[in-house]
């Protein structure tokens, strides 16, 4: 009986190292993933989550390291100027790294890179309970009587909170605003819990927390339908106050060039499609959140991002914020 279970055992233990070596591209060195932000933020905390699920998929360690600086521009440079080898990638929102180009930050576009995308993230204006904003009709009545006084926290311009107010002032009639940045959503929402700031238009993922305790109180979500926080309830949507707003959903993932080695591509698109696309530990993340839970990688990642990357890069030129012209990149306005 003995003899059998340690035969079945082997038998178990062959077949898993066997699937695990199934892939063209087996790293035998750590694999990183620099996440250019703060620790404690939507991109820092998803993308430990996914880490996990690489490790498993992989056999091989993956670290993340955090270089929080420029609106995460530093860190996404960092992994673009490494070996072409598969072992450095970068974590983000995929808006931002189809920004940099046009806010002269990096000189790579979009379709550069090869993206691997798992959620999508909304934003939330959430503001101090103190602050004596009731709705979003207080807060924007604010912002007209005073202007260039309500202060707004933020990662940083091309930020996911940064999109998100400026979309609300352009939409709302041209409001004025202080921004006030922080290196990371998660000391953004701190701030804002702090009274530091007033308001907040980070992402769910990183007011979730704070909605749930009483420390921040969500006015409205960056959307045309309602979000219903886990824990919370509903949180109305923008358009009942600034109907003429334009949304789009925020894509996260990773990515590298696109010149790294083909057997490295083959590797993870078959990671996302075998593993990533039915992954709990990231659809329980995404409903703790309130974020959506959406794999997809290579031409359909580049597709989904297009429609957020045109209505962001167009907001920052039009604000006078972008140093280069979207259209010299081939963005069509929207």
Known sequence: MRQAILIAAAATLAAGSVAAQDYAWQP???????????????????????????EDALGQTVVIVNQPEASGSVGTTNAWEAPRDGLTWAAGAAVDLGSYPVLGMLDATIEDWRL???????????????????????????????????????????????????????????????????????????????????????????????????RIKPLAVLADQPLELEGYGEI???????????????????????????????????????????????????????????????EDAQEAVRPILRQNVWLLWDAGQAQNNPEDYGIERP
């Open 236 to 298: 109305p949507p923008i358009t009942e106050w600034v109907p003429e707003i334009q949304t789009a959903n925020n894509y996260f993932g990773i990515w590298a060039p696109d010149d790294i080695p083909q057997e490295v591509k083959d590797t993870m698109d078959r990671i996302w499609s075998e593993v990533i696309a039915d992954s709990e530990a990231l659809k329980e993340y995404a409903a703790n959140r309130g974020a959506i839970f959406d794999p997809s990688y290579g």
């Open 116 to 214: 691997y995308l798992h959620i999508a993230n909304v934003a939330i204006v959430g503001v101090n309970p103190d602050a004596g904003f009731e709705d979003m009709a207080d807060l924007i009545a604010a912002m007209e009587e005073n202007p260039g006084e309500i202060t707004v926290a933020t990662a940083g311009v091309t930020s996911g909170g940064h999109n998100a107010m400026q979309a609300i002032a352009q939409a709302a009639g041209d409001l004025e605003y202080r921004h006030v940045t922080y290196d990371g959503g998660n000391p953004a929402v701190l701030a804002t819990v702090a009274g530091e700031t007033q308001v907040t238009t980070q992402l769910a993922s990183e007011q979730a927390e704070m909605i749930r305790a009483g």
């Open 28 to 54: 035998e060195e750590p694999v990183t993933i620099i996440v250019p932000w703060s620790a404690g933020g939507s991109t820092d905390s998803v993308t430990r989550v996914l880490a996990g699920e690489l």
